[in-house]
């Protein structure tokens, strides 16, 4: 078949989650498994287990334990002294339960008995430009096609037959506690209602001794209403009738089918203050209702056309990009490289789009996609890579908007947080550690036993402002910043001025501070966490006081009022506090045998190949080492990935390729790709490596696996992809800067760099051929432009575009 899209087609329904379709719109989710079952695993972002006060309530129970700024006192003492037992232990009192659960919502059966595929068809195709899926299926020699899709946070199915079909079957069920249903059907319509008690307590599965894992809230015990409810609609041309199993519809050639849902969480994400706790059932039944009720409306859209077309960056890496791709033959086991880097860059730009829309919650662990009530790592925010992976390729593909609910997250997570700072440590500002959720988490995870190498870790919200800042880089959004932004950051500033300590000699050290997950030997050749500062957390400080000052500085040039006279004597004092305190922050070292050290020390490594870069951070997705800027560092760097080696998972393997490619190795990071994107043929809910094997994979469905899934590789990758064909970083913009060997030939359309200006590349031979660069601004704009040995200036119009072409530029 010729298509203008791109698409990816299977050769049979799915039989297992991993082999289902993802489609989404960032609210509702839905994994779409095909065939006569016709099964939809759907999932609403706002169905979370846990509540409102959640985190309140831990940290009080927390503080009730002891520990605070006094006891944070005893920690330090003991770290000073070196006696890590004991501030172990005492680190121990900090950690509250855990974060809550992401759940599934619903299972949607769509059935039609006796359907097989229609010969000659693929069983599945999912068009990953305008976001539908389509079937062509057959019931007892009758031709059927069936198209689904996600918009308006709604699932929508369309059935087609050439002939009016006996029956279809339409069922509703889910995993949560049921607490109502309603149905009625007719001639031409159909409705079904599902009322659902959400868990007000989720435990993750890795701690077992918390019984019952999943825990409703009893009827008159007076707490948070985790009520959802679901409605189903159906119009066809047939006659629907309504049972205890659900609709049945007869005699029908066309159908559309619709579901929604809504929660009181839905309500919470909105509002403002109170309000969302008088909010009734009714009216959140009515406003699931209301949404099905106009997506089968006159002016709904058979399969949603160009729904994504346009909104980001295109590649065509190998020159192929527009065509239907058998994923097993042509991905998996496929030996076209170029195509399926193109396939992984456009799968995760179509994932990033389906997970995360403006006003809705942020993409988790598993973007919007999650069939288990026990889900691994409760499907959280994990925010000591994993969140903030997710958005890495927001900028540089041009899904800036996409990238808010990350706002909206971190806004959540600095309320919470600002008690924590305080009260927890006597700290200004706001402070996140490893783990987040729905509800705004923010204290550290560990229930009183969690490893300080993974649960006591400080920088969790400083992290997370960094991909804030990208936003505010690729965008010159100056309102952004200072209304949304700037806040945030301003509050992980104050809390890193309060939490450095500065030795007599005036360096700056950080106590207790972590490198992510990694341990490293003491001198009897025992695993420690705790006792040294991490290159990582010194990184990430340096780089949030850094652009602080900017951020002061851009804020304090726009135009004001006199109601902002204070806020500006603030930012002030606050600026002159940062400047003093960058001084007194170490440069990053560099070991005996020329790798960057990962600690303040040079020491014994627990774990040589641990998955975590964290002293990469200043290499990407910060600029703080470059080859150009910091080469001893760079150089340091390099040896430090040589030493970590290959294989890994899915995330991991997505920074290493992005670290290669902003060292200009882009033949390393070819090949880590290559492994990243392979078949994975283990179990894939098994939890870790199995039999000492290499981690992760594609599972059927592409997703990357760890294993188990989890989304963020897949959305790493078109970020990592995208590094190696233009960086922006240092003020200039690079094209090819890492071009693979392996990739010859290609191009690229519509690539972001910071400040704004769009990028379109192509390349043949392996050198470029055109870069045209476009400037939606209303201000001229002279960018310096660097490719091969070249470096110059290019005036490029407002509102215009200029062209880069070997050997000479034409502005």
């Not at 599934?104 to 595929?117: I, R, S």
């Amino acid at each position: 078949m010729t298509t203008n899209t791109l698409q990816l087609s299977w050769s049979a329904p799915a039989a297992h989650w991993e082999e289902a379709v993802p489609l989404g719109d960032g609210r509702l989710g839905a994994m779409a498994f095909g065939g006569a079952e016709g099964r939809y695993q759907v999932n609403d972002a706002t169905v979370w287990s846990g509540t409102p006060e959640t985190a309140g309530e831990e940290l009080r129970r927390v503080l009730a334990g002891g520990a605070g700024p006094d006891r944070l006192r005893e920690v330090r003492a003991a770290l000073a002294d070196g006696d890590l037992d004991t501030a172990e232990r005492l680190l121990l009192t900090f950690e509250g339960r855990y974060s809550q659960e992401f759940l599934p919502l619903a299972d949607l059966f769509v059935g039609l008995p006796g359907a097989t595929v229609a010969a000659g068809e693929p069983a599945r195709v999912l068009d990953l430009d305008d976001a539908y899926l389509e079937e062509r299926l057959e019931v007892g020699g009758v031709a059927v096609r069936r198209v689904s899709w996600v918009a308006g946070h709604t699932l929508v199915i369309r059935i087609e037959a050439d002939e009016p079909l006996p029956e279809v079957r339409v069922r509703l069920t889910s995993p949560l506690r049921e607490l109502g249903r309603r149905g009625h059907g007719g001639p031409g319509y159909g409705e079904l209602g599902l009322d659902l008690a959400v868990p007000v307590d989720g435990a993750p599965l890795h701690e077992p001794s918390v019984v019952p894992a999943l825990r409703y809230a009893e009827p008159g015990d007076g707490s948070y209403d985790g009520f959802a409810s679901t409605a189903l609609a159906v119009r066809s041309d047939g006659t629907t009738e309504s049972d205890d199993s659900g609709l049945t519809i007869r005699r029908a050639g066309r159908l559309s089918i619709a579901l929604s849902s809504s929660s009181r969480a839905e309500s919470w994400w909105a509002g403002a203050d109170d309000e969302w706790r008088s909010v009734s059932h009714e009216t959140i039944r009515n406003r699931a209702r209301e949404r099905v009720l106009g997506a089968l409306g006159e002016n709904a859209s058979p399969a949603a056309p160009g729904a994504l077309r346009g909104r980001a960056a295109r590649f065509a890496i190998g020159g192929r990009r527009a065509g239907r791709w058998d994923v097993r033959a042509d991905i998996l086991d496929g030996a076209d490289d170029g195509l399926r880097a193109t396939v992984a860059a456009e799968y995760g730009r179509y994932l990033l789009q389906s997970c995360s829309t403006p006003g809705g919650p942020a993409a988790n662990l598993q973007g919007i996609w999650n069939g288990e009530l026990r889900p691994a790592w409760s499907s959280n925010y994990t925010i000591n890579i994993n969140t903030e992976m997710n958005y890495w390729a927001a900028g540089p593909l041009g899904l800036v908007p996409e990238a808010e609910p990350l706002i909206a997250l971190v806004e959540r997570i600095a309320r919470t947080g600002r008690d924590v700072a305080r009260e927890l440590y006597g700290c200004r500002g706001w402070v996140a550690h490893h783990n987040s959720d729905l509800w705004g988490w923010s204290l550290p995870v560990g229930m009183g036993h969690g490893a300080p190498s993974w649960a006591i870790w400080m920088m969790g919200g400083v992290w997370l402002c960094h991909s804030l800042w990208d936003q505010y880089e690729f965008t010159g959004d100056d309102a952004l910043l200072r209304d949304r932004i700037w806040p945030l950051l301003r509050g992980a500033t104050e809390f890193c001025l309060d939490w450095l300590q500065v030795g007599p000699d005036g360096v700056a050290y950080l106590a207790p501070s972590t490198s992510p997950e990694n341990q490293y030997l003491d001198a009897e050749g025992r695993p420690r966490a705790l006792g040294l500062t991490s290159t990582m957390d010194l990184e990430l400080i340096r780089a949030l006081f850094e652009r602080a000052l900017v951020a002061i500085d851009t804020v304090g040039g726009a135009d004001t009022d006199a109601a902002d006279t204070e806020g500006a004597d603030a930012d002030a004092a606050l600026r002159r506090e940062v400047v003093a305190s960058l001084a007194s922050l170490p440069e990053p070292r560099v070991g005996s045998d020329g790798r960057l050290l990962e600690w303040s020390a040079e020491v014994g490594e627990h774990e040589p190949a641990h998955r975590h870069l964290s002293a990469l951070v200043g290499l990407y997705p910060l600029d703080q080492i470059t080859p150009e800027a910091t080469p001893a560092l760079a150089d340091g760097a390099r040896r430090f990935l040589d030493a970590r080696g290959p294989g890994a998972m899915g995330w991991s393997w997505a920074w290493k390729i992005a670290l290669r490619a902003r060292l200009g190795d882009g033949d390393t990071a070819a090949e880590l790709l290559r492994e990243a994107l392979a078949p994975y043929r283990g179990d894939a809910r098994r939890h870790g490596p199995v039999d000492g094997s290499e981690w992760g994979g594609l599972l059927p469905n592409l997703f990357s696996t760890h294993p188990p899934f989890q989304l963020d590789g897949n959305l790493g990758f078109p970020a990592a992809i995208a590094e190696l064909l233009l960086q922006s970083h240092g003020g200039r913009v690079h094209l090819l800067p890492a071009l693979p060997a392996a990739w010859p030939d290609g191009r690229v359309d519509g690539l972001h760099a910071r400040g704004g200006i769009v990028v379109d590349v192509s390349w043949s031979d392996g050198a470029l051929r055109e870069a045209v660069l476009h400037n939606p601004g209303a201000v001229d704009r002279r960018v310096p432009v660097r490719w091969g040995g070249s470096d110059v200036d290019v005036l490029v119009p407002a509102g215009g575009t200029a062209v880069v072409a070997d050997p000479v530029p034409v502005s």
